[in-house]
């Protein structure tokens, strides 16, 4: 048995079993469920509000889906870690779906806002669940191998999700853009159900309710600063101030919690691992500079570079084919060395090299030279994204794997928060000055209320004030990028400090695996019979 337990089993010829690449692709609907699902609803918004009203509740229609995803994204990996990881990844899919299905039928804008939290709360066991059930079923050695998989689902909902979204609202009606996730999760749920076959765990610990609800407190809090600083509050306003005391003074709580408790929610020793503390540091700063700076991206495109908003998703597609394309080298060379370390510190050069470049993009600059620029952004993204993740998950237990996954995600969603709040105060506030340089006091003044026109307000604009606007979006882009190159410079020297540990499945793993049901991420009993 102790043999059979080892590994990942494994055909002849060394390719996984076909159940295990069944489960893979219903993993990976899983996960193009999450990162779809925002994309598409973001096209459908304006039809939304035209016919449901209560456009001044418009922002927390995305706000409570990611409060909501992000406050469950930690309970979910424990309860994996607790209960076994299938039922509790079922569960969250059922969850999203009747969320999504709540959501198709919303009657007003406050329903949609609260079915929209329901349904985040199922996403945020989407992804921990995959990248979790990943980390079981298949060794950090071998995971390589399907790292251009998984930058693949992203590339798809990145450009799909803007281009599907607006063909379903345009045809089939906003309601739509929800009740397409009911057959791609029915697929993914009966795939999953009949051929994902892990052990199933029992525990007498009580499940840490004080820990989590002090965590999802922390997480609120800080989501929200990041939501409504320098837009719907001033930073220094009582809201945001009093917010920031009671992020604080939660997650300061949470931490005393942790530290006493049998069972935690999120176990305080996983960041006594270098590895994990400085992974979990450099995936919260990747996610701080990449959503943070791609968010201006289509922007520039659409203002300054004259493209539609179809168009501008196309445009990503340099540095999505470089991201998908590295990080498909990437896996293998890591798959076949064990060697790692290297593309994190080259992830953190390329990042940071491509986020100067996009800074020196003008009006002038021809999409080109900026799709160029994006591609090699896009390289260092795919070095990253999921190396990072691999390294977290062999830094911690096996019995640790759901925390261990939830944490580096959920650092890099609250880094990729703070990077859009951040960033986007930066950029209003040079679109502000710009204009006022060049338009004079009352083009600055116009700005106040938003600093994004849509093509058609542009093209009534005067010629002055035209030309005005685009050097000030310019303007603007050339400091975001320019900081999150700073910024990113932190994640490229933290990476220099990663000890190479060996990945966990590699030949040197083989003889202690026979004796060690830790290096075991599948048993016979995962598998259907026969395999």
Not at 390 to 415: C, H, P, W, Y
Not at 455 to 473: E, I, S
Request: proline letters at 4%; glycine letters at 14%; charged letters at 10%.
């Amino acid at each position: 048995m102790a043999a059979t337990q080892a590994a990942a089993p494994t055909d002849t010829g060394g390719r996984q079993p076909a159940s295990v690449r069944v489960v893979l692709f219903a993993l990976m609907i899983a996960m193009l469920l999450a990162m779809l699902d925002n994309m598409i609803v973001g096209t459908a918004m304006p039809t939304i509000v035209g016919e449901l009203g209560g456009l001044e509740h418009l922002s927390w229609v995305v706000t409570a889906y990611t409060l909501a995803t992000a406050a469950s994204t930690p309970i979910w990996g424990k309860l994996g870690d607790m209960y076994g990881r299938k039922g509790v990844f079922l569960a969250s899919i059922v969850l999203f779906l009747i969320g999504s299905a709540l959501s198709g039928m919303a009657q007003d804008m406050g329903q949609l806002i609260a079915f929209r939290a329901v349904q985040g709360l199922g996403a945020g066991g989407l992804m921990v669940g995959v990248m979790a059930i990943i980390g079981d079923l298949i060794p950090p050695r071998e995971r390589g191998k399907y790292q251009g998989m998984m930058a693949g689902v992203m590339a798809v909902a990145m450009i799909g999700g803007p281009l599907v979204g607006g063909t379903i609202t345009d045809h089939l009606g906003w309601r739509w853009s929800f009740y397409i996730n009911l057959p791609l999760g029915a697929i993914a749920l009966v795939m999953v159900t009949a051929v994902l076959h892990l052990p199933k765990k029992r525990t007498q610990a009580r499940i840490d309710y004080v820990g989590a609800a002090l965590l999802t407190i922390g997480i609120t809090a800080l989501v929200l600063i990041t939501t409504w600083g320098g837009t719907e509050y001033d930073w220094l306003s009582a809201q945001i101030v009093g917010l920031g005391a009671l992020g604080l003074v939660s997650l300061v709580a949470f931490v005393f919690v942790e530290r006493k408790v049998s069972e935690p929610v999120l176990p305080l020793h996983i960041f006594r691992n270098g590895n994990f503390s400085l992974v979990t540091l450099i995936g919260f700063l990747v996610g701080f500079v990449m959503f943070g700076s791609m968010t201006f991206l289509p922007l520039f495109q659409q203002s300054v570079q004259g493209a539609s908003a179809t168009n501008s998703g196309l445009l990503l597609l340099p540095m999505l084919l470089a991201m998908m394309a590295v990080s498909l080298v990437a896996g293998r060379i890591t798959t076949t060395s064990g060697r790692y370390k290297i593309f994190v510190v080259g992830g953190g050069a390329l990042i940071t090299a491509g986020l100067f470049l996009l800074s020196l993009m003008d009006t002038g600059t021809s999409r080109f030279t900026s799709g160029a620029y994006m591609a090699v952004l896009g390289a260092g993204m795919g070095f990253l994204m999921q190396t990072t993740m691999l390294i977290a998950q062999n830094s911690v237990e096996m019995k640790d794997m759901g925390v261990g996954s939830s944490s580096a995600t959920l650092f890099r969603t609250i880094g990729g928060s703070f990077g859009v709040a951040i960033f986007g105060a930066l950029f209003t506030h040079q679109v502000q000055n710009t204009m006022t340089e060049r338009g004079g006091a009352a083009a600055g003044k116009a700005m106040e209320g938003g600093s994004q026109l849509d093509p058609g307000g542009l093209a009534q604009l005067p010629a002055p004030l035209k030309d005005a606007y685009l050097h000030a979006v310019a303007d603007g882009t050339h400091l975001v990028f320019l900081c999150g190159a700073a910024i990113s410079v932190i994640g490229f020297l933290a990476a220099w400090f990663l000890k190479e540990v060996p990945l966990r499945g590699g030949p040197a793993d083989k003889p202690a695996a026979e004796e060690s049901q830790d290096a075991a991420p599948v048993a016979e009993e995962q598998l259907p019979q026969g395999v």
